[in-house]
């Protein structure tokens, strides 16, 4: 079965080399194909015999298993581009951390061309586990689909055979993670700024002694970094999820704009240049959390005010 993949960044390399590897056929294509910034994507398809497409419609056209890979904004217009080309009856896994009202209206779409909608929820970082993420699926199809993906190497659960309920769950559990991961870097920078990170430290030691909280430190700095302008986006779709379960969304909303801080100094260069070893790769958190601190002493100004 030809498998292709819409959106060819981290998680999409990543499931091209592990498909790849068991010879399965797959096409991709992302649209940062067609810029500068392409040229190190086309060098890995090269590399892992990956077949890039021109468009979304020639990359679907003759698939059985279409995986939408993108950023949480852009699930529901990738279904739309994607649908006029797929082949009937296939289908379509919806891999984006976007909310349950998203993956709705993208299912609307996929399930008029024809397709087969089916949600999927990672239910944690896909670079340890690669094709063997904890996966949740959802929807009608789900329980067709689930043996198909095992045999392709992943590990699927079936969550339900309802629209919006993997997605629900994967929305909830990011309000903590992802919310831990903003707090952590805005707690432990200003500690830094105050000379009491140690302290602090020892402190959330005592009280959570199962957690490393140095390793968890740099690693959670690491992946906001890296990583911010993609979690921040999924992180309004958590806020929106939170919203239309009545609530006001004040964790997660202020989760989104910390993220996306984060990703602003990271594209302007304050950690390094993007492909370089030293880009989110420092083994002490604090380096990071210093290089903030110098940032926001040179603009000389409140960060909300900027």
């Not at 993208?106 to 993420?133: D, H, Q």
């Not at 309802?162 to 870097?185: F, N, P, Q, W």
């Not at 609530?247 to 909303?253: E, H, I, V, Y």
């Not at 070893?277 to 940032?295: C, K, M, N, T, V």
Request: contains cysteine; hydrophobic residues 45%.
């Amino acid at each position: 079965m030809l498998v292709s993949l819409i959106g060819y960044g981290e998680v999409g390399r990543i499931l091209a080399e592990d498909l790849r590897a068991a010879g399965v056929p797959v096409t991709a294509f992302d649209i940062k194909l067609h810029g500068e910034a392409g040229e190190p994507l086309r060098e890995h398809a090269l590399l892992h015999g990956v077949t890039l497409a021109e468009a979304h419609v020639p990359a679907v056209h003759a698939a059985g298993l279409v995986i939408s890979a993108v950023t949480a904004s852009q699930a529901v217009p990738v279904a739309a581009a994607c649908a006029p080309g797929l082949v009937a009856g296939a289908y379509f896994l919806d891999f984006n951390s976007a909310s349950p009202g998203a993956k709705l209206h993208a299912a609307e779409l996929v399930n008029a061309a024809g397709g087969r909608y089916v949600e999927g929820a990672v239910m944690t970082s896909v670079p340890p586990y690669r094709i063997k993420v904890p996966l949740l699926l959802g929807g009608p199809d789900a329980t067709a689909l689930q043996p198909r993906l095992a045999a392709l190497g992943f590990a699927p659960r079936v969550a339900s055979d309802r629209l919006g309920v993997a997605s629900a769950t994967k929305m909830c559990r990011s309000v903590m993670i992802k919310g831990l991961e903003a707090m952590v870097i805005e707690s432990f920078t200003t500690a830094r700024h105050y000379g009491v990170e140690d302290a602090v430290i020892a402190s959330l030691q005592e009280t959570f002694p199962g957690i490393d909280w140095e390793r968890q430190a740099t690693y959670f700095f690491q992946r906001v970094i890296e990583h911010g302008r993609r979690r921040s986006e999924e992180v309004r779709e958590v806020a929106e999820t939170v919203r239309d379960a009545g609530l006001t969304p004040w964790s997660a909303a202020g989760t989104a704009e910390r993220q996306a801080w984060v990703a602003e100094l990271a594209e302007a260069g304050l950690f390094g240049a993007r492909g370089t070893p030293g880009f989110a790769r420092s083994a002490d958190w604090r380096l990071e959390a210093d290089r903030i601190l110098a940032q926001t002493k040179a603009e000389g100004v409140p960060q909300d005010e900027s």
